[in-house]
C-alpha cells in the first residue's frame, strides 16, 4: 500500500525539541521529500524539503531552528526541531513525489502529525 507514515509529533514547552520522522512505503524513484505545517484557520505552508540530492530548503521562520534530512537507502526523511516556539503548533505533513509500483508519478501525504508547543 502506498503511504507516507508520519511519527514523533506531541506536546513541548517553547525551547523545547522535537523530531517528526516519516516512512515511504511502495514508493519508488523518490525526488523530493518534504515538511508542510497547517495551523489552524491558515493555509498550509511547506516548511522544508530536501531533493534525492540532498539540496535543501526552508521557509525563513524556521531557519536556524530546523534540520531536515533523509535516508534514501531508507526512504524516510527526518525533521529536527529546536528552539521551538508557539507559532510553530500546527499539524505538521509529510509530503513527497515519486512512483508507484505500476510507474505512476503522483504526491503523496502522511495523515499528519501534531506539534504543539506551549508557551
Known amino acids: 500500500q502506498v503511504q507516507l507514515v508520519e511519527s514523533g509529533g506531541g506536546l513541548v514547552p517553547a525551547g523545547g525539541s522535537l523530531r517528526l520522522s516519516c516512512a515511504a512505503s511502495?514508493?519508488?524513484?523518490?525526488?523530493?521529500m518534504g515538511w508542510y505545517r497547517q495551523a489552524p484557520g491558515k493555509q498550509r505552508e511547506l516548511v522544508a524539503m530536501?531533493?534525492?540530492?540532498?539540496?535543501?530548503s526552508y521557509v525563513a521562520s524556521v531557519m536556524g531552528r530546523f534540520t531536515i534530512s533523509r535516508d534514501n537507502a531508507k526512504n524516510t526523511v527526518s525533521l529536527q526541531m529546536s528552539s521551538l516556539k508557539p507559532e510553530d503548533t500546527a499539524v505538521y505533513y509529510c509530503?513527497?513525489?515519486?512512483?508507484?509500483?505500476?510507474?505512476?508519478?503522483?504526491?503523496?501525504w502522511g495523515q499528519g502529525t501534531q506539534v504543539t508547543v506551549s508557551s
Open positions: 509530503n513527497a513525489d515519486g512512483r508507484n509500483r505500476i510507474g505512476f508519478l503522483s504526491n503523496y
Open positions: 530536501i531533493t534525492s540530492g540532498g539540496t535543501v
Open positions: 511502495e514508493i519508488f524513484g523518490i525526488n523530493n
